[in-house]
């Protein structure tokens, strides 16, 4: 995984500096991680947040937060997508 995201991050360098400019490359990124994080999580437990917290690590209301912040859908398979909202 390593070598796929570092090759990645190599070929899309200069488009990825112009694009994080005024917010910093590593914000971007740490916020498009947890993002996609907490959207696979979610997937995973089928929406349920108290399981989905316990594994991520963190507590119901953090996770619930960046559900919010992050405008996280559940999506499943052949349905669309779900909007997350409990």
């Known amino acids: 995984m390593d070598d796929f995201i570092r090759a990645n991050l190599e070929g899309q360098f200069g488009a990825l ?5 005024n ?3 590593h914000s971007f990124f740490m916020n498009l991680m ?18 989905a917290a316990q594994i991520l690590g ?15 859908k559940l999506r499943k ?3 669309g997508v779900k909007p997350l909202h409990s």
């Open 34 to 51: 947890e993002k996609q994080l907490i959207s696979v999580v979610m997937e995973q437990t089928s929406g349920n947040q108290s399981q």
């Open 17 to 21: 500096k112009q694009t994080t400019a």
């Open 23 to 25: 917010h910093g490359l």
């Open 77 to 79: 398979k052949g349905k």
């Open 58 to 72: 963190i507590n119901r209301n953090t996770l619930r937060k960046k559900i919010e912040e992050y405008e996280v």
